[in-house]
């Protein structure tokens, strides 16, 4: 194998050989799917625009997993992301903020609304599921979700207003 050229070819087997290796360095790094699959292009990028000469597979193997490592640990490093971080940090807590008053107000409903809106929003199962579960009839449910979410439309907007 002519590596020195890196023929389309060429290309083509070492890519098919290391992406993956190289995917779960960048993903050791990142721990996010987009961000893995950016450094893993960028280095093959990287590989395709360098001019060092290999001496075997090997050489190969190793230079992208440290030129992976080298692009990963320097996007991190950088400036935007550190912002980025911080923000995502600042939005999920006010997320789970928000999600706490909610349960919070899922909480305090009667408890014929409480159980069929927690089944029904938080364990995923619908009118019919729950009418089974619970040994009522399927339209008595439905008017107990009704209730219930008027009821907590009412108290959450009731906590918007403070």
């Known amino acids: 194998m002519n590596l020195q050229n890196k023929k389309n070819e060429d290309f083509i087997v070492i890519y098919n050989k290391y992406v993956d290796t190289v995917y779960r360095v960048c ?14 292009q960028t280095t093959f990028t990287k590989f395709l625009e360098t001019d060092k000469t290999f001496n075997d597979l090997e ?27 911080l923000n995502s940090v600042e939005d999920e807590l006010e997320s789970k903020e928000n999600f706490s008053n909610l349960l919070e107000s899922v909480l305090k409903l009667p408890t014929k609304y409480k159980i069929i809106i927690y089944m029904y929003y938080y364990e995923g199962y619908n ?36």
């Not at 993903?27 to 893993?40: F, G, H, I, L, R």
């Not at 991190?76 to 992301?81: A, D, E, P, S, V």
């Open 59 to 85: 050489h190969i193997k190793a230079w992208l997993i440290v030129t992976a490592s080298n692009i990963c640990k320097n996007s991190l490093k950088h400036w935007y992301r550190r912002l980025i971080s």
């Open 127 to 162: 009118s019919r599921e729950i009418a089974k579960l619970l040994n009522k009839n399927e339209s008595t449910i439905r008017t107990y979700l009704k209730k219930g979410r008027e009821l907590l439309k009412d108290n959450l907007g009731g906590l918007n207003e403070e």
């Open 27 to 40: 993903y050791m790094y990142y721990k996010n799917k987009s961000d893995t699959e950016d450094a893993v």
